[in-house]
């Protein structure tokens, strides 16, 4: 059976409501301990107290009456005290005017005699002191020793038979009050109990509440300094506790899935931004080596007719051999002046490679070889290839690397395929770079950034690139065993732009 979890401000309320109905309980009870204990204890320990004082002010009367010398006394001072006595005396009359329980006989019938008693003892008083004012001195005397003496003799018998009885019921009705007080102690207990018992629920409550408003604050600072990996806070607790930790950890993640959106956005930004800066620079970079080969052309038209004209004479005189060299210069030029086109056949690089190695072989005669392996079908010969990527490659491996060599030395080129990628190795065995050096040239190819003796390579690598992400152009050389430079590319079986 799911236990069903009580919420914190249910908790909270309760045990506030709980608290202050004990804190209300604990007042009426002290209401009640004040009517029913405090209250009649204090009106009979009053009662008691008042007939003690009217019993002690009766004992100074008989005294005073007692001692008073009829004959000869001081009539004004003993009439004096006599009357300040009964004005005291009469404050204390209410005591003896009560209502009795008359249930109790003898307590009844002696508050009733007392009364009685007491009232006749003030008229007597009263006249003894009256016929003493006016000088009767024998008269006075004879009502005082044949009445008042024992009407005050009686009344004090009978107050202290009264106080006896007054101080027996008190012991009495003090332990029915107290049984009653006992009583209201046991629920003052239970209830103080109980009060400590909500105070305690609402203390940890509030301490429950307080600890994971730590929590919360200390991750909301951890996600404030960009931590996205904090743990998430735990989902157990009170109802609002686990409300309040879900939908903390739902905003965390959404708000971690933001951030990585926008940071993944900032990168792909950042990517196209780099992408379009090197393709301006290569670019620039293409537009550097067209404007430097229009500066190296001299009226090509011009040259190109010229050299038509130097064929004809040298075929008229019988001279094969400029006749070839001629034929070789002049493709070259035909084709760098008759194409529009950025992609070529492999098989036009083929033609143009091999022109280039007839006039290279005219000067260096046997000391140049050129050798070719091709494991491409025959149909492949058609694969568009950017333009002018083979002649600069092998016209820098003869000038670099087999010319400054003695005994000279071979080129070869490899042409291969698969279904995607065509493969062109041009390597050769000459005299090769050093790390340093060929280190600083991958570098610049990898910058675009090629001296001017090498920008037809860094031309070729650039426009190698610039096909696909995943073509490439790499140099690999040895020192004094020659260079290798690959160039893969997508293969593209596209007819040629005219």
């Known amino acids: 059976m799911k236990v069903r979890r009580i919420s914190l401000a249910s908790r909270v309320y309760c045990s506030l409501v709980g608290f202050l109905v004990c804190f209300l309980l604990q ?30 002010i009766n004992e100074e009367s008989v005294d005073a009456y007692s001692s008073f010398r009829w004959d000869y006394g001081d009539t004004e001072e003993f009439v004096s005290l006599e009357r300040s006595r009964n004005i005291e005396r009469s404050k204390y009359y209410f005591s003896l005017n009560v209502e009795y329980d008359k249930e109790n006989e003898e307590e009844y019938l002696l508050s009733r005699s007392s009364i009685n008693l007491y009232s006749t003892y003030l008229s007597m008083s009263e006249e003894i ?41 008190t012991k009495e009705s003090f332990l029915k009050t107290q049984s009653i007080n006992d009583k209201i102690d046991n629920i003052q207990s239970v209830i103080t109990l109980l009060s400590l018992i909500f105070a305690a629920i609402l203390s940890l409550s509030m301490a429950l509440l307080l600890s994971y408003v730590r929590v919360f604050s200390k991750q909301s600072k951890l996600l404030g300094e960009g931590n996205w990996d904090v743990p998430d806070i735990g989902e157990k607790g009170p109802l609002e506790i ?37 393709s ?34 040298a075929q008229n005189e019988g001279a094969v051999k400029t006749e070839d060299m001629l034929d070789s210069l002049a493709l070259l030029y035909r084709y760098a002046l008759g194409s529009n086109s950025d992609s070529v ?41 950017p333009s ?54 991958n570098e610049r190819i990898k910058e675009k950034k090629l001296g001017e003796e090498h920008i037809g390579i860094g031309n070729v690598a650039a426009r190698v690139q610039m096909l696909s992400s995943s073509a490439s152009f790499t140099v690999q050389s040895e020192k004094d065993k020659g260079t290798k430079v690959i160039m893969k590319m997508p293969l593209l079986l596209v007819k040629e732009d005219n």
């Not at 008042?148 to 038979?161: A, G, I, K, Q, V």
């Not at 229009?294 to 130097?310: D, E, G, K, Q, Y």
């Not at 042409?415 to 493969?423: G, V, Y």
Request: with cysteine; charged share 25%.
């Open 129 to 169: 002191m009256t016929l003493l004012q006016q000088g009767e001195r024998t008269k006075a005397s004879g009502i005082y020793y044949n009445k008042l003496s024992y009407c005050l003799e009686y009344l004090s018998s009978t107050m202290d038979s009264l106080l006896e009885e007054s101080i027996i019921k």
């Open 388 to 441: 002018f990527i083979l002649q600069p490659i092998v016209e820098n491996a003869f000038r670099h690397g087999i010319g400054p060599k003695t005994e000279g030395g071979e080129v070869m080129i490899t042409i291969d395929s698969d279904n995607e990628f065509l493969t062109i190795v041009i390597s050769d065995d000459g005299v090769g770079m050093d790390e340093e050096t060929l280190f600083r040239v």
């Open 27 to 56: 007042l009426g009870l002290i209401s009640l301990r004040q009517y029913y204990v405090m209250t009649p204890q204090n009106r009979m320990i009053s009662h008691i107290q008042d007939l003690s004082s009217f019993i002690s």
């Open 280 to 313: 301006l620079s290569l670019r620039s970079l293409l537009e550097e080596e067209r404007l430097q080969q229009l500066r190296s052309r001299i009226n090509p038209h011009f040259l190109f007719n010229t050299l038509n004209v130097i064929k004809f004479a």
């Open 345 to 385: 056949p492999v098989a036009r690089e083929i033609r143009i490679v091999v022109a280039l190695t007839s006039l290279y072989k005219a000067r260096f005669g046997d000391r140049i070889n050129l050798k070719w392996e091709s494991y491409m079908d025959e149909e492949l010969t058609e694969v568009m290839v």
């Open 242 to 278: 686990v409300y309040m930790a879900k939908a903390f950890n739902k905003m965390k993640h959404d708000m971690k899935s933001q951030v990585q959106l926008l940071e993944e956005k900032n990168t792909i930004q950042e990517e196209l931004f780099e992408k379009e800066k090197e």
